[in-house]
């Protein structure tokens, strides 16, 4: 790869890290290992060496038919279905902006999209997905623009609110999007960030097996203290962070942990076998009980942007 200077840390400039582990990508398969380190000064994790996005691209599925379809059928699914699912998003942002034009990065199926649109807010998005930003464009006559943030232009000061569910991580330089986003956001404008909690205690408990890790699709995994000072540093201050855990992720994690330590592999998602059902009703019950607080291994983090910006 050609790496000849220290690779520095996004967040705070250092260039000292520590090894946590190589691992490879386990989530689908296609090979390779990554080296994930956490920084001595700040505490990031991040991957080193990052891959390029040229090289990252094999590492998402290329033919995403079940994105495609959830997309193409969004105007025939319910409002109430839509409602369950999106609804408490939309009323989370209620508390802060009511109105305006929205952004959502790394839009995905681009249900929030429509279902914010069908709510009377003006919005657009954003997607690496060309496929899909072409299909919510034309489908659902919404303002989507392929590629990374940088690459769409918004102007200056364009958006009220801004959503980013599950992409922070993913960026090339988490810095870089977020000084993009205070470019093209009003003054106090709302930033909505879901990301995993590395400060979980099952981060530290499963180590490689913490499925939220996802190499080498995340590239960074995040705590609420480094968010901050990210945020801080982008002109954004954190009003609140609200701290969830994911069923999903208990299935994810008993699965990796199974493959890793018992030697033994099936789909406890899709198909669970009675021992799966039995170790996930567990986690979850913990899941359950330690909801709401830091322990949890996500969270959505409200950000305003500061009126009157010092740098
Ligand atoms: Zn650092």
Known sequence: MGVTEPVRCDLCGGSHHDLMFAGPDRLFGKGG???LVRCQDCGLRFIVPRPAPEDL?????QEDYDLYNKAAGLKDRSMDELERLLGPRRDRIGVYKQAGRLLDIGFGDGSFLYFMKQGGWDVAGVDFNEKMVELVRNDLGIDARAGQLEDARFDDGAFDVVTLWGVLEHVQSPRRTLAEIARITAEQ?????????????????LGRDW???ELPRHL????????ARLLAASDFCVSETIYETPLYYCQMNWQYFKESRLGRKNDVVHSPA??????VKGLSLYRKLINGSKWSSAMTVYAVKRQNPVG
Do not use: G, H
């Open 189 to 205: 404008a709302l930033l909505v960030i879901y990301t995993q909690n590395a400060a979980a205690p099952e981060a530290r408990l």
């Open 220 to 227: 960074y995994s995040f705590t609420a203290t480094n968010l």
């Open 57 to 61: 691209d094999r590492y998402y599925p």
């Open 211 to 213: 499925f939220i890790y």
């Open 274 to 279: 009675l021992a799966d059902r039995l170790a």
């Open 33 to 35: 290992s990554f080296p």
